[in-house]
Nanobody, 126 residues
């Protein structure tokens, strides 16, 4: 059974930082591209960042470029999202997801992902 478990969310002031983690089990982690998505109340789920199986290639949404960094540790079956210079508009539930699709810009869409975590809340106060 595949499980993706996010952690690291919380309440932070604008300008602060958080590091999200997503621990994966039940799949051959090193063969999957991984992505982070977020969903704010009343909004659709949107892509934040994605990383290929080796960590050599990444994609970022324009809204987070230069502030967020996605990385992975295949030995620990974990993907990370380092979030710096947080803004109030970053407030959302953040989800990690696993994709077996080829690593093209399609990994910025929800339909590319097979497995999803339950999400972790990030709240940025202004």
């Amino acid at each position: 059974q595949v499980q993706l478990v996010e952690s690291g969310g919380g309440l932070v002031q604008a300008g602060g930082s958080l590091r999200l983690s997503c621990a994966a089990s039940g799949l051959t982690f090193s063969t999957y591209a991984m992505g982070w998505f977020r969903q704010a109340p009343g909004n659709e789920r949107e892509s934040v960042a994605a990383i290929n199986w080796s960590g050599a290639s990444t994609y970022y949404a324009d809204s987070v470029k230069g502030r967020f960094t996605i990385s992975r540790d295949n030995a620990k079956n974990t993907v990370y999202l380092q979030m710096n210079s947080l803004k109030s508009e970053d407030t959302a539930v953040y989800y990690c997801a696993a994709s077996g699709q080829p690593f093209t810009n399609r990994v910025l869409t929800t339909t590319a992902y097979y497995y999803w975590g339950q999400g972790t809340q990030v709240t940025v106060s202004s």
